[in-house]
């Protein structure tokens, strides 16, 4: 069974950092590319960041380059999220998000972990 | 950045009838399109790609089309399960973006 489970949320001040992970289960995570995207409260989602198989290509959306840079370790099957510069407006829960894994036919989202910025 | 723009924000919608759900991206996307379904609480569900396909373990019941700029989601009989809100979100450019979401509630 494929799991994506995202740790390292949690409440920081303006100008902060986090570093999240999301330890990946059941798919040969090596071979496959993957995603953040995060969802602020009450609004829809939103893709913050992808990283291809090998760590080759990385892309960002405009709201985080800069400040945001995923990573991923595939001996250790676990994607990151080195966030730093965080503002009120990164409030969000952020996900991991594996592209379309062609042995089940679907998209997997991990539960989530909430990031909040706060003084 | 290819924007997204779906319609109805709102659809109220009584169990059993039919629910359409329309999205319109800025250019066209080709049938780079995906739809989620996301109940309270819950991370989005992977419901449809390729703008017509459905995703393992997705009900008959629910049924996308459309190309170009143009794309439906049809639920043919709604079930209690199926209120929540529904995104599109097209993969043919990068920035990946999504729709605003189209809220589907009882009648």
């Known amino acids: 069974e494929v799991q994506l489970v995202e740790s390292g949320g949690g409440l920081v001040q303006p100008g902060g950092s986090l570093r999240l992970s999301c330890a990946a289960s059941g798919f040969t995570f090596s071979t496959y590319a993957m995603n953040w995207a995060r969802q602020a409260p009450g609004k829809g989602p939103e893709w913050i960041s992808h990283?291809?198989?090998?760590?080759?290509?990385?892309y960002y959306a405009d709201s985080v380059e800069g400040r945001f840079t995923i990573s991923r370790d595939n001996a250790k099957n676990s994607l990151y999220l080195q966030m730093n510069s965080l503002r009120a407006d990164d409030t969000a829960v952020y996900y991991c998000?594996?592209?379309?894994?062609?042995?089940?036919?679907?998209?997997?989202w991990g539960q989530g972990t909430l990031v909040t910025v706060s003084s | 950045e290819i924007v997204m723009t779906q319609s109805p924000a709102t659809l109220s919608v009584s169990p059993g009838e039919r629910a359409t759900l329309s999205c319109r991206a800025s250019q066209s996307i080709t049938n780079n399109l995906a739809w989620y379904q996301q109940r309270p609480g819950q991370a989005p569900r992977f419901l449809i790609y390729g703008a017509s396909t459905r995703a393992t373990g997705i009900p008959a019941r629910f049924s996308g089309s459309g190309s170009g700029t143009e794309f439906t989601l049809t639920i043919s009989s709604l079930q209690a399960e199926d209120f929540a809100v529904y995104y599109c979100?097209?993969?043919?450019?990068?920035?990946?973006?999504f729709g605003q979401g189209t809220k589907v509630e009882i009648k």
């Open positions: 979100q097209q993969y043919d450019n990068w920035p990946r973006t």
């Open positions: 990283i291809t198989s090998s760590s080759g290509t990385v």
């Open positions: 998000v594996s592209p379309l894994i062609t042995t089940t036919n679907r998209v997997y």
